[in-house]
């Protein structure tokens, strides 16, 4: 049965304002994604292009989308329009330059499941992928279940999804006018009321969907419609974005893939840069507290060098390392590694890795504090990748 019979648990309010093509790839990827039920407004701010037809044929194809055709633009206040109209669990803003990728539904419900604070989930990491002309956005991890969230230090943006009860209480979007009179919907604001409510507003582990309006290549193609649009942004400027854009095309192009996982999504390194490491996105991770993918690489090397017997690790987090190094021992034919954890959740999560990667046999994950171990043998190999303040 398709997800669009039942009692919607996700209420997506899609906004429009031209870029019919964009709209049309927006529309198509999300009704080809999503596995949750759902029903759809789309509301446009008075479209001057051949939008209407995109958003027609589509409502005329769904019996749980329908469409709000607005005489005027009224900006991100658009998005209030059907707030009243929506039934589900959970309202997600969309804006129209969105490809939605398969599973991102699954993950925003079991992230709203697993952090029951969490009031605010942008569909977005912290850290713009490859293509995006876009920054770093500070955050820091959090985590339950496995699930991993991104704590926003400021705002998020538009495209994310709420808990309905928040518009129970009395939330709605605002406008900023910008310089030259164009609406935009006032983020910031937005997820300074959900704070205001005790709430959590947070990023997600990586890119649920791609965010087709920052790849460079469509900003290039479309410089007039971004130069009037970021023109008009007092806090961003058509010169900012000139500047990110130049940095954009001057960047190197890493591969990222991971030799050891390559079924795991990979994006660039979060962390700022520093004078030790100038240049942080070169590298790739799996997630803030993960080795990044070449540390992983370096470590499987070693081991793959080094022949140990016995290796200890502390700090298992997800397992990655320990699944790293138990696949080195199993080629090196000998070894085994007992690594040490405190977290329980962390520990259930990492014995599923390494059940799942077939190193269940030499790799032992013990729910224990390195602080009180006693190792059974002389140690041939030790990671010391626990708490910061432990290892130094
Ligand atoms: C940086 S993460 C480890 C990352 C992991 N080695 C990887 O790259 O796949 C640090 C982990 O150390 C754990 N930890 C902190 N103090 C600990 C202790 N005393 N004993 C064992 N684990 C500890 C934390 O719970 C966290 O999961």
Same mark, same amino acid.
């Given at each position: 049965?398709?997800?669009?019979?039942?009692?919607?648990?996700?209420?997506?309010?899609?906004?429009?304002?031209?870029?019919?093509?964009?709209?049309?790839?927006?529309?198509?990827?999300?009704?080809?994604?999503?596995?949750?039920?759902?029903?759809?407004?789309?509301?446009?701010?008075?479209?001057?292009?051949?939008?209407?037809?995109?958003?027609?044929?589509?409502?005329?194809?769904?019996?749980?989308? #329908?469409?709000?055709? !607005?005489?005027? =633009?009224? @900006?991100?206040?658009?998005?209030?329009?059907?707030?009243? /109209?929506?039934?589900? *669990?959970?309202?997600?803003?969309?804006?129209?330059?969105?490809?939605?990728?398969?599973?991102?539904?699954?993950?925003?419900?079991?992230?709203?499941?697993?952090?029951?604070?969490?009031?605010?989930?942008?569909?977005?990491?912290?850290?713009?992928?490859?293509?995006?002309?876009?920054?770093?956005?500070?955050?820091?991890?959090?985590?339950?279940?496995?699930?991993?969230?991104?704590?926003?230090?400021?705002?998020?943006?538009?495209?994310?999804?709420?808990?309905?009860?928040?518009?129970?209480?009395?939330?709605?979007?605002?406008?900023?006018?910008?310089?030259?009179?164009?609406?935009?919907?006032?983020?910031?604001?937005?997820?300074?009321?959900?704070?205001?409510?005790?709430?959590?507003?947070?990023? #997600?582990?990586?890119? !649920?969907?791609? =965010?087709? @309006?920052?790849?460079?290549?469509?900003?290039?193609?479309? /410089?007039?419609?971004? *130069?009037?649009?970021?023109?008009?942004?007092?806090?961003?400027?058509?010169?900012?974005?000139?500047?990110?854009?130049?940095?954009?095309?001057?960047?190197?192009?890493?591969?990222?893939?991971?030799?050891?996982?390559?079924?795991?999504?990979?994006?660039?390194?979060?962390?700022?840069?520093?004078?030790?490491?100038?240049?942080?996105?070169?590298?790739?991770?799996?997630?803030?507290?993960?080795?990044?993918?070449?540390?992983?690489?370096?470590?499987?090397?070693?081991?793959?060098?080094?022949?140990?017997?016995?290796?200890?690790?502390?700090?298992?987090?997800?397992?990655?390392?320990?699944?790293?190094?138990?696949?080195?021992?199993?080629?090196?034919?000998?070894?085994?590694?007992?690594?040490?954890?405190?977290?329980?959740?962390?520990?259930?999560?990492?014995?599923?890795?390494?059940?799942?990667?077939?190193?269940?046999?030499?790799?032992?994950?013990?729910?224990?504090?390195?602080?009180?171990?006693?190792?059974?043998?002389?140690?041939?190999?030790?990671?010391?990748?626990?708490?910061?303040?432990?290892?130094?």
């Amino acid at each position: 049965m398709h997800p669009n019979s039942q009692t919607p648990i996700i209420s997506t309010i899609l906004l429009n304002w031209n870029r019919a093509d964009l709209l049309e790839k927006t529309l198509e990827s999300y009704l080809s994604t999503i596995r949750t039920p759902f029903e759809l407004f789309i509301i446009d701010n008075a479209s001057t292009d051949t939008s209407r037809d995109v958003i027609n044929r589509i409502t005329e194809q769904y019996p749980n989308v #329908s469409a709000i055709f !607005l005489p005027e =633009n009224q @900006g991100g206040k658009a998005f209030n329009v059907a707030l009243p /109209l929506c039934r589900g *669990r959970f309202i997600h803003f969309s804006e129209n330059d969105l490809e939605y990728l398969p599973g991102w539904d699954a993950y925003v419900l079991r992230a709203f499941e697993d952090f029951p604070k969490l009031g605010q989930l942008s569909l977005f990491a912290p850290v713009p992928t490859d293509e995006e002309v876009w920054e770093l956005k500070p955050a820091s991890l959090k985590h339950r279940n496995g699930t991993i969230i991104y704590e926003a230090h400021q705002n998020v943006g538009t495209s994310s999804v709420i808990r309905a009860e928040l518009v129970a209480r009395g939330l709605r979007f605002d406008n900023i006018v910008g310089d030259n009179g164009v609406l935009f919907p006032n983020d910031g604001k937005f997820s300074y009321d959900i704070k205001q409510q005790g709430y959590l507003v947070a990023w #997600s582990h990586h890119y !649920l969907v791609n =965010n087709l @309006g920052h790849y460079g290549e469509e900003i290039e193609n479309r /410089l007039n419609y971004y *130069r009037q649009t970021y023109d008009g942004k007092n806090w961003l400027k058509v010169e900012k974005l000139q500047r990110r854009f130049e940095e954009w095309k001057q960047k190197p192009r890493p591969q990222r893939r991971s030799v050891l996982f390559p079924d795991d999504p990979v994006l660039p390194e979060k962390s700022e840069p520093t004078r030790e490491c100038p240049e942080p996105q070169l590298w790739s991770m799996f997630d803030g507290w993960t080795a990044e993918v070449e540390t992983l690489e370096f470590l499987y090397s070693l081991v793959r060098l080094v022949k140990p017997r016995y290796v200890v690790e502390t700090g298992t987090w997800h397992g990655f390392t320990a699944t790293a190094i138990g696949q080195a021992l199993k080629r090196n034919g000998r070894g085994r590694l007992v690594s040490l954890e405190i977290d329980a959740d962390s520990v259930a999560v990492a014995r599923k890795r390494v059940q799942q990667h077939g190193v269940a046999d030499v790799v032992t994950v013990l729910e224990q504090s390195s602080l009180t171990f006693t190792p059974e043998e002389p140690i041939d190999f030790l990671l010391l990748d626990s708490a910061l303040e432990i290892r130094e």
